[in-house]
């Protein structure tokens, strides 16, 4: 199994920044790819972006060139550093990590991983 502890979040003015981290423990070594979901009042949660190695990262249209997604080939801890943040941006922000090089291994790597989730609020 993996565990995820976010950290990181709060609270922003618009312009501001802010940074999340989400640090892995357990299985980590099945983990092909992490990522940053969030999820708005009312709204379904939406990917953010993902990393699978370094220069492998793919972003939302509506973060790109403002957030940035980091980690290393361990995939013991992700990071996201958010720029320019726009009220919009307020949400739960959520890890997730993606066990795929164990899949067939157990129950346990059949499904992703999610971290409690971390408050950002922008104000405007």
């Known amino acids: 199994q993996v565990q995820l502890v976010e950290s990181g979040g709060g609270s922003a003015q618009a312009g501001g920044s802010l940074r999340l981290s989400c640090a892995a423990s357990g299985d980590t070594m099945c983990l092909s790819k992490m990522g940053w979901y969030r999820q708005a009042p009312g709204k379904e949660r939406e990917l953010v972006a993902t990393?699978?190695?370094?220069?492998?990262?793919n972003y939302a249209d509506s973060v790109k060139g403002r957030f940035s997604i980091s980690g290393d080939d361990t995939m013991k801890m992700l990071s996201l550093q958010m720029n320019s943040l726009k009220p919009e941006d307020t949400a739960v922000y959520y890890c997730?990590?993606?066990?795929?090089?164990?899949?067939?291994?157990?129950?346990?790597?059949?499904?992703?991983?999610w971290g409690q989730g971390t408050q950002v609020t922008v104000s405007s």
């Open positions: 997730v990590a993606y066990p795929e090089y164990c899949s067939g291994s157990g129950r346990e790597y059949e499904h992703p991983y």
């Open positions: 990393f699978a190695a370094v220069g492998d990262t």
